[in-house]
């Protein structure tokens, strides 16, 4: 996917996630569309196209989530490579396979970002953070099913025809 593709999408997507939490009443749990974005840019975008992507996404989710800035940008950025690294040694073709991956990089982003949230709060504890994580997990791989096909339409119409200019 292209970079102004994936951060309207992204932006898009984070828009769908507050309405459907604020209307569902989610107090623990959240969907966390970003990292399935991200994710999908792990398996199928370039270094630096999905780096870039990565770090929009993860800004946008700053801007949006009213945690320390820099965080999600960070995390974003990590999970992605991480990602990577790890879409070297597995095979996600499917949506079922997509989505126990884009659980996995929800747990690691999730756990991460609770740790680092310990790190910068002064008082009270990270526990319900960590109380909500299965519904959140759940939440992400449901959206990463449903969202998988929408990823490869725009994949494949970013596609570039073979040409003499390529």
Known sequence: MKFLVTVALALALLTLESVFVQQVGLVLGRVDVTVVLVAFLALRATLTEGACSAFAVGYLLDLM??????????????????????????????????????????????????????LTVKEGSTAPLLAGMPVQLALTGLAALLLFPLF??????????AGLLR
């Open 152 to 161: 490869k339409r725009f994949e494949v119409a970013q596609e570039r025809p």
């Open 65 to 118: 989530s009213g945690q320390p800035t820099g965080l999600f940008t960070f995390l974003a950025v990590f999970t992605f490579l991480v990602g990577r690294l790890v879409a070297s040694f597995v095979d996600v073709r499917g949506p079922v396979a997509f989505a126990l991956f884009a659980m996995g990089a929800d747990l690691g982003h999730s756990l991460l970002s609770t740790f680092f949230t310990w």
